[in-house]
């Protein structure tokens, strides 16, 4: 079965401390996709990143860094100084290379707020 | 390149009515998803079109719904008959077919209110 765990619902922290949202993800695919999205108030889903299974590599964009362990099948997000801005939902989802629609299989979300 | 575009926002309606809700995909892209979100939940995969044709439909979809995409543009969703369970966003997402499990791109959704 494929599926993707976001333990926790929500955190909240307060400007400029770092924090880490977990995923965990199932598959029984060797050719898969990682990706994370984010959700604000206004409802639209922004892309945030994209990884394939074989690339195993950390990957970080200015505050935003994720750490990718095929070991413990975990694809984890970090916010660095985090900021108001950041306030939203954010969700990992995970898409397999069988061929047809590609679609994705996101987990339940976490729920950040960041307080001034 | 004007995103992806979905109408209306939000609709209320009376159980047992129909409803219809369309999108209009970024225009280079072939791939064209609908999903589902209910409250605390992530979006879940309806159906998918590449250009005109539906090629994969979930078991969510009841045969209350239908979805086209009759030129390969523009898809509509028809729920008919609605309950209120079926009070939920619904987002649509569109992809090129440029490399394998490219990113989608989202809509703002149209939130259902059945009541």
């Known amino acids: 079965a494929q599926k993707v765990t976001q333990a926790q619902t929500e955190i909240s922290v307060v400007e400029k401390e770092d924090v880490t949202l977990d995923c965990v993800y199932e598959?029984?695919?060797?050719?898969?996709?990682l990706f994370w999205y984010k959700q604000p108030p206004s409802g639209e889903l922004v892309f945030l990143i994209r990884?394939?299974?074989?690339?195993?590599q950390n990957e970080i964009s200015g505050r935003y860094s994720w750490n990718f362990q095929k070991s413990t099948s975990s694809f984890n997000f970090t916010i660095t100084a985090s900021q108001v801005v950041d306030s939203a939902v954010y969700f990992c989802?995970?898409?397999?290379?069988?061929?047809?629609?590609?679609?994705?299989?996101f987990g339940k979300g976490t729920k950040l707020t960041v307080n001034p | 390149d004007t995103g992806v575009s979905q109408d209306p926002r939000h609709k209320i309606t009376k159980r047992g009515q129909n409803v219809t809700f369309r999108c209009d995909p970024i225009?280079?892209?072939?791939?064209l998803y609908w999903y589902r979100q209910t409250l605390g939940q992530g979006p879940e995969f309806l159906t998918y079109?590449?250009?005109?044709?539906?090629?994969?439909k979930s078991r969510l979809l009841s045969d209350r719904f239908s979805a086209e995409r009759p030129k390969g543009s523009f898809s509509t969703l028809e729920i008919q008959r609605t309950e209120q369970g079926d009070s939920a966003m619904y987002l649509c997402?569109?992809?090129?077919?440029?490399?394998?499990?490219?990113?989608?791109?989202f809509g703002q959704g149209t939130r259902l209110t059945v009541v």
């Open positions: 079109f590449q250009n005109e044709a539906q090629l994969e």
């Open positions: 990884r394939n299974s074989f690339d195993e």
């Open positions: 225009s280079e892209h072939n791939r």
């Open positions: 989802a995970l898409s397999f290379s069988q061929g047809g629609s590609e679609k994705l299989v």
């Open positions: 997402a569109s992809s090129p077919r440029t490399e394998k499990n490219t990113e989608a791109f």
């Open positions: 598959t029984r695919d060797t050719t898969y996709y």
